[in-house]
């Protein structure tokens, strides 16, 4: 399962840059109602409220923001009725590619997505032709320098982490969880002054598909114009593009 690291790590820079136009605001206010709506407005409670709280602090939205979000999911103020809508296809070298969204318009969200697919030189398939290659777990990065990894290890499968896997690579190592155990073995990581990147619950690829070349440039663009639909909350795709390729092409240096 390795190889997410330094995705999810230029990810998470572009989400801070994304915070700053406020394109991001627009998905977590829609993730905090939607989660609200169907689990509640407790937190403690609701994992999926509680995990979209927190993805709102760390990209520092307001506390009124997130207040007036949950307040619309659980019917205290008027609001849009998000629907929860899954999109599956293919991308560039065969790629596998999964797409969630938060729409209030089934319609114009279907033909965006299909027109997306389209044009940066993907196709869009029929539901479950690529969901079965993903699972639901926890991911957690921790960066190496200062860490042992005996005692790293020690603290995370005592808490319930399934793996840890040492991506010498990036210099980190990678903690997956199911997404019961995800808070537990974070608040652990935590409470044990481990440093974290990153921690999300994602959609881990059984397999991964080795792309370089205009291959890799077609899908990073790919999933770049879905994720600047406002209706896309996240994408997932089975890629592997090595490292120093993959900085460059987010760089726009190739």
């Known amino acids: 399962m390795s190889g997410h690291s330094k995705w999810a ?22 993730e905090l ?11 403690e409670t609701n994992p999926a409220l509680r995990v979209a709280m927190d993805h709102a602090k760390e990209c ?20 849009v009725n998000y629907e929860e809508i899954n999109y599956e296809g293919y991308g560039p070298g065969g790629t596998a ?18 027109h997306i697919f389209s044009k ?22 921790v960066p190496k320098e200062g860490v ?6 020690d603290i995370a499968i005592d808490a319930g982490a399934e793996d840890i896997q040492d991506v010498a690579e990036d210099n980190v190592f990678e903690i997956y969880t199911t997404p019961d155990s995800f808070e537990k073995v974070k608040k652990a990581l935590t409470e044990n002054k ?6 999300e619950v994602t959609m881990i690829p059984q397999s991964y598909v080795r792309i370089t070349g205009k291959d890799a440039e077609h899908m990073l663009k790919l ?12 994408v997932y795709a089975n890629f592997d593009i090595p490292s120093s390729e993959m900085e460059m092409l987010a760089a726009g240096d190739v």
């Open 194 to 199: 481990v440093k974290i990147t990153i921690s």
């Open 60 to 79: 520092n939205m307001p506390k009124n923001n997130i207040d007036n979000a949950i307040k619309r999911g659980t019917g205290d103020l008027d609001g």
């Open 148 to 153: 042992d990894e005996a005692k790293l290890m």
């Open 97 to 114: 590619v999964l797409v969630e969204t938060l729409t209030d318009n089934k319609k114009r969200c279907a033909a965006e997505i299909r």
């Open 223 to 234: 999933i770049e114009v879905l994720e600047e639909s406002d209706d896309v909350q996240m």
């Open 120 to 141: 940066q030189g993907g196709s869009l398939g029929e539901a479950g032709c690529v969901s079965w290659m993903f699972h639901k777990k926890g991911m957690i990065i």
């Open 33 to 43: 109602t939607s989660a609200a709506r169907s689990g509640g407005g407790n937190s």
């Open 9 to 30: 790590t230029i990810k998470h820079k572009k989400a801070k840059e994304d915070a700053k136009r406020g394109r991001l605001f627009t998905k977590i206010i829609r």
